[in-house]
């Protein structure tokens, strides 16, 4: 291997700048990728760079079959209309806004195995019986977005478990603590800010954390004119929103009396347990499936055809994240080929703190997630460099990952234009930048509270 030294540093640096300017994830990853490659490798660049997709899409096709069949056991869930059916059974229960909130949280909470899944389910049980009960669209929204990430990073049979498990299994340093799923599941305790956003949420919906700023004015909005939501958001909530528009084409309503509870709940018990028992997400993702025909087919709750069409329109809307996941490990790849790693130890080595490096890392993660909008393609970004970084320093590799995993959540949850935040704002019917700037100071409140703790864990493991 050759010895670029500080030259090392220009494909991360441009995949940075690149992903500020563009907010591509992808596309700045490839580039990377490229550039990379075509320091080793000169004129063969495009061979090579071929060849690390390839091989890097052969060694991860398990990681692509899990996204794949966890998009369509979401459309599936969806158009069988059992998570409705579920939000209705839910609403039973939900007679004031306080009581309405924490089913939201709880329900936020149980559908774990994918952020969108979460969000649309509990926006469609929720969002009418809010509105009866005059709660401002913002706090719903608040509410749904921070059991969307904040929850899948906890839960290790989600897309965002098996996404981080897939970047960090390959770290060679990491081998004594056994497989990708092994590391995720050990450093879950630590991945402290999604455990600060779960937790502060009751606490603000019961007042123990006072209305704040934009949440305050929305309340002060309701009280005096009876508004759920701003004249801002009206266009969102006159004639069909781009949300209602999928719900129509699915045949899916909030009051459909054909949403039977047991479609969601016995497929996702099939997930849940065969997973355990196989330890194999994949086996129980496909054994789920099987189990969806059969339930679904002959009871016509999903016809033949709407049951193909929507398992490939879920595997199909995965292919996003495939991408950026290949396309995050293939940069990996060409970045251990110009040595970045060795590079950046050797440099930053003599300058550690091990027991401020969680701390840090978790501010410089959750920055640049929050700045690119990019909550996968970041932290998959600095594992390879910040992982051997901890252990050479004396840091708790755990603990760091943690952190890394954290900063990501924080960027999905209050970037303003993430995935996560422009679909809650859509399926709460409001202005995206109102649903930001209101729950922003809560997701800061969460960051402090878990940059302490990675102070604390810092010094003290």
Known sequence: MDNFGILTLIPPIVIIVFALVTKRTFEALLIGAVIGFFMTDKWGVLGATLDGFSTTAAENIWMVLIFGLLGGYTFLLQRSKGSFGFGRFVRKFANTEKKTLIIGWILGIIVFMDDYLNILTVSTSLRETCDRQKTPREMLAYVIDSTGAPVCVLIPLSTWAVFYAGVVGDEAGMASYGSGMDIYISSIPFILYGWMAVIVVPLVILGVVPKLFGMKKAYKRVQETGRVYSEQSDKYNQGITEFDKLMEEKGITDEDEKGHILFFIIPLAVVIAVTLYTDDLLIGLASA????????????????????????????????????????????????????PDFVINAVLPYMNGA??????????????????????????TVPILIPLALAGGANPLVVFGAIVSGGTFGSHACFYSDATVLTSQTCGIENLEHAFTQFPYALLSAILALIGFIICGFAL
């Open 289 to 340: 499936l099987v189990v969806m025909a059969v339930m679904y087919l002959p009871t016509k709750a999903v016809p033949f055809g709407e049951f193909c069409e929507a398992f490939a329109s879920g595997f199909a809307s995965m292919v996003p994240m495939m991408f950026i996941t290949i396309g995050a490990l293939t940069v990996k790849l060409s970045m251990d080929g110009i040595g970045l």
């Open 356 to 381: 401020l490096f969680p701390a840090i890392t978790f501010i410089v993660v959750a920055g640049l997630s929050f700045v690119t909008g990019s909550n996968w393609g970041i932290p998959a970004l």
